[in-house]
């Protein structure tokens, strides 16, 4: 059985330390615990990494695309490599949680979450799993939009990358025991 995972976020240095990379973030540290590196394949473009864990192949995938438009990337991976949605994880961002909580879902709505709602609409399916890392609400005055772009401030950095460990600690124990429902138990 083939996994993938994917983190959401925006390509680029501009977007790297913003709220709405934290899939990247989270993505971006799995991927070291794992001891592998992203290559660019620009034919699905996104950078790919890949690896063996407990003898089933694992894609960790970071699309190129912007996060509107997600889907563009992740669909064609999964068709080319046949990997089915229910071994699709989806790591991202969430304006519904506080900053760092971190909640798992094996289906649903997008949320209002645009990546998210690009991967269902591509993929013609919700029932993929989901890691949402909060990042709160924006302060009042603040648009949803520079909410997600700006990075956190000096009291939310620490709770952030606290949920960006956990989340990793999620995927690494549902990679060693390849059941979510059993993950989400753990983890919510």
Avoid: W
Wanted: charged share 25%; glycine share 10%.
């Amino acid at each position: 059985m083939t996994k993938m995972i994917v983190g959401l976020g925006n390509p680029g240095d501009k977007y790297e330390k913003t709220k709405h990379n934290m899939g990247f973030m989270a993505l971006d540290l799995l991927a070291k615990e794992l001891n592998v590196d992203f290559k660019e394949e620009k034919p699905f473009m996104s950078l790919v990494a890949s690896t063996f864990v407990n003898g089933e192949k694992l894609f960790l995938v970071k699309p190129l695309t912007f996060m509107n438009e997600s889907g563009r990337a992740v669909a064609p991976l999964l068709k080319y490599y046949n990997i089915d949605e229910a071994d699709l994880t989806v790591m991202h961002d969430d304006l519904d949680s506080p900053v760092g909580r971190v909640r798992l879902r094996q289906k649903g709505s997008s949320g209002g979450q645009n990546g998210i709602k690009s991967v269902i609409t591509h993929v013609g399916s919700q029932t993929f799993n989901r890691v949402k890392i909060g990042i709160g609400r924006p302060k009042h005055g603040m648009t949803v939009v520079n909410h997600v772009l700006s990075g956190f401030d000096n009291e939310d950095k620490e709770i952030a990358q606290d949920g960006i460990f956990k989340a990793v600690d999620a995927m690494k124990f549902y990679l060693e025991n390849g059941d979510f429902q059993k993950t989400m138990n753990k983890f919510n």
